[in-house]
């Protein structure tokens, strides 16, 4: 009898939960992984850390978010879908996602489903987990707003990003299960959370705060 191969290796969870448990959940991911990881220095990813007043966790010493760009049909929510929160600090149509309890940030996705994208915020995922399942390898993004030297650091193209998430969602158009997503309705593809805009206010006091915190990282380097 002709014995049966596997096509690929079968996928592995990447654990996930929140500082106080109310929100549990994993990333389903393939061997090899088919998402990217990122460092983010950009300022609204900052401002987000501030915001939740989880910068000490989030940001690592150059100021950057550790994320990781993925299917959003391969992220999975088993509890605590009524505890999400999501804020746009812009104003603009990325919204970024959080624990309504303790405020441990989740992901940033665009506003609706129709894009197939989800970028996972790593500060939340066990590390040496992390580095197993998604690879080690990382490249960095608008490290113009980050801190200290990253003249030697991987980078990633603006155009690069922007084709994947054009490849991404013309995917998610023929193979409609691929617009799943833990954080959204699948019937009618809304946020399952009220998306909560930042008055100019708030965001300038964010952006003071982000501005003394990156001087401290500095002096620390």
Same mark, same amino acid.
């Given at each position: 009898?002709?014995?049966? *191969? &596997?096509? !690929? $290796? ?5 654990? =996930? ?7 549990? /959940? ?77 405020? *441990? &940030?989740? !992901? $940033? ?5 129709? =894009? ?7 500060? /939340? ?97």
């Amino acid at each position: 009898m002709k014995r049966m *191969t &596997p096509s !690929a $290796n079968p996928p592995q969870a990447l654990a =996930f939960q929140c500082q106080c448990g109310a929100i549990q /959940g994993a990333v389903q991911e393939s061997a090899p992984p088919t998402g990217r990881r990122l460092v983010c220095h950009c300022n609204d990813c900052q401002a987000f850390a501030h915001y939740l007043g989880r910068e000490k966790q989030m940001l690592d010493d150059h100021a950057g978010t550790h994320v990781y760009q993925m299917d959003s049909s391969k992220f999975e929510i088993a509890k605590g879908q009524d505890k999400l929160a999501c804020v746009t600090v812009t104003g603009g149509p990325l919204l970024r996602w959080y624990c309504t309890d303790c405020r *441990t &940030p989740i !992901a $940033n996705t665009l506003s609706s489903t129709r =894009f197939a994208f989800l970028s996972l915020i790593l500060s /939340g995922f066990d590390a040496g987990q992390t580095d197993r399942i998604l690879g080690p390898d990382v490249e960095h993004v608008a490290i113009a707003s980050g801190v200290g030297d990253l003249g030697k650091v991987k980078t990633a193209s603006m155009p690069g990003m922007l084709w994947n998430l054009l490849v991404r969602t013309i995917k998610a158009r023929l193979h409609p299960e691929l617009r799943k997503s833990p954080l959204f309705d699948h019937d009618t593809g809304k946020p399952l959370a009220m998306p909560i805009k930042l008055e100019t206010a708030e965001r300038l006091a964010i952006d003071e705060k982000a501005d003394i915190y990156r001087e401290v990282l500095a002096e620390a380097q």
